[in-house]
């Protein structure tokens, strides 16, 4: 497995294996991988000849107050983790390589369909910040495949909105969330939970599927339910930013007959900002919210 820093020598690695007809698969991360990001590794392993892992602490799509000094970063153990895997390359640039002339001066990419609602209220520019270095790492890498996470449901949306509208030549996959044996959605910022509030956690998942088995029963009413669902997390100890029903597909309010929804949720611990989602499909639509 090869380490490379900068865009020019990977650039020159891509060329070679274009050149001799292999695909390509990209899965980009912040690092501190942990079991959820091996399943995407896994994915882009199992469709591509060659696999690129990046590894960068975007600084662009942390919102000011935010972890993004904090953020864990372990790159001798991810290289440890992906070397195992069988990668091919791991991309670890610094900010520099990226932002050449600062975060701040970079062109950016903006996906106002859905960069304004649910995280993006409470992290204002979040989605920015990821569109645009997910636009910069495609282009440099120009993978046939990017393998991204469905528990980053949102990002995962303005992700393929994004290289739709941008009409970039790669194929998208989301890649089936990792959980924890207590249910607890595998995350880099799981480090910051003790052991009380890792168990705490739980209740998220449990609330989660609760929910989407009451609206696969027939449950009408939206607003009783995510009231219901708001209370389940409020007595565990945990302070939610929102749960909502949305339609999977844009996040758009549920409409009758709507029958894919994604029951979404981010919630305050410590000093951990939790999300989390289940994905729904209704047999028989019905739905108001009333
Ligand atoms: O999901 C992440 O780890 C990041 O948002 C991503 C996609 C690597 C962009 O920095």
Not at 38 to 64: G, I
Not at 233 to 238: S, W
Request: proline fraction near 6%; include cysteine.
């Amino acid at each position: 497995m090869d380490e490379i820093t900068t865009i020019a020598p990977l650039r020159e690695r891509i060329r070679e294996w274009r050149q001799s007809g292999l695909r390509i698969g990209l899965v980009p991360t912040m690092g501190n991988l942990h079991g959820g990001h091996l399943t995407l590794v896994d994915k882009a392993l199992a469709d591509c000849d060659r696999v690129v892992v990046s590894v960068f602490v975007n600084p662009t799509q942390f919102v000011p107050g935010e972890d993004f000094s904090a953020y864990p970063r372990t790159y001798a153990a991810d290289c440890a983790m992906l070397k195992a895997r069988n990668v091919d390359v791991v991309f670890a640039p610094d900010v520099a390589e990226i932002y050449p002339d600062g975060p701040s001066l970079h062109t950016q990419v903006a996906v106002p369909a859905l960069d304004n609602i649910l995280c993006g209220v409470s992290r204002p520019g979040h989605f920015r910040g990821v569109a645009t270095v997910v636009a910069k790492l495609l282009n440099i890498v120009q993978p046939d495949l990017a393998v991204f996470g469905l528990k980053d449901y949102q990002q995962l949306l303005v992700i393929e909105h994004m290289v739709r509208d941008l009409s970039l030549p790669v194929r998208v996959v989301g890649a089936a969330i990792a959980r924890e044996p207590n249910g607890l959605a595998m995350s880099s910022r799981n480090v910051y939970l003790d052991e009380q509030q890792h168990d705490q956690a739980a209740v998220l998942y449990a609330t989660l599927t609760a929910m989407a088995e009451r609206l696969t029963n027939g449950e009408h009413s939206l607003p009783g339910l995510i009231d219901w669902g708001l209370d389940q997390i409020q007595a565990a100890g945990l302070k939610p930013d929102y749960l909502e029903v949305r339609r999977a597909g844009d996040l758009a309010t549920p409409q009758a007959g709507d029958e894919d929804l994604v029951i979404a949720v981010a919630a305050y611990l410590g000093r951990a900002r939790l999300i989390d989602n289940v994905q729904v499909s209704l047999a028989t639509p019905g739905l108001h919210e009333g």
